[in-house]
C-alpha cells in the first residue's frame, strides 16, 4: 500500500500494522516523494534483494561495442 502523496498512508494503518511497514528515507527538508518514484524505489529494492531473479543482468549495445 502506498499513501498519497498529500497526506501518506493514515496514521491507523501503520499503527495496526507497525512489522509490515517500510519506510523510505529521505532528507528532513523534503516533504513527501512522488508516489511513481517511492514504487519505483521499493520495487527495485524487492528485486535487489531477489538478485534480479529472472532479469537480464546483462545485455548488448545497438550500435557500438563495450
Known sequence: MFGKESAGI?????????????????????????????VNIVLYEALRQNNFKGLETEGELHRLHW
Open 10 to 38: 493514515p496514521e491507523e494503518i501503520l499503527v495496526e500494522h507497525p512489522d509490515d511497514c517500510i519506510r523510505i528515507p529521505m532528507l528532513p527538508e523534503i516533504r513527501s516523494l512522488n508516489l511513481s518514484n517511492s
